[in-house]
């Protein structure tokens, strides 16, 4: 069983900053395999990043150069810094497990002026 915290979101303007974290709990000894989806309202929940089973990331296109993915093995967190923030990345950020299939209980972020 793992379990997954995030916290971070905030309402920030447009151009601004936000850094995600996602502290993991449980079976789980690395950060390899976690990542974040997001959910804007009316819309499916999207991939966002992920850091991959072997250590790499990878990005959906929409964030690309925009945010960073990180992880901190001692901690068992996962972050995600978003900068150059548009109105249209306003949405829950949820963190995944996609070993486990575990999601987080989500974090809003609304990019506002």
């Known amino acids: 069983q793992v379990q997954l915290v995030e916290s971070g979101g905030g309402l920030v303007q447009p151009g601004g900053s936000l850094r995600l974290a996602c502290a993991v709990s449980g079976r789980v000894f690395s950060v390899n395999g976690l990542g974040w989806y997001r959910q804007a309202p009316g819309k499916q929940r999207e991939f966002v990043a992920v850091?991959?089973?072997?250590?790499?990331?990878n990005y959906a296109d929409s964030v690309k150069g925009r945010f960073t993915i990180s992880g901190d093995n001692t901690k068992n967190t996962v972050y995600l810094q978003m900068n150059s923030l548009k109105p249209e990345d306003t949405a829950v950020y949820y963190c995944k497990h996609f070993g486990f299939g575990s999601w987080g209980q989500g974090t809003q972020v609304t990019v506002s002026s």
């Open positions: 850091i991959t089973g072997s250590g790499g990331t």
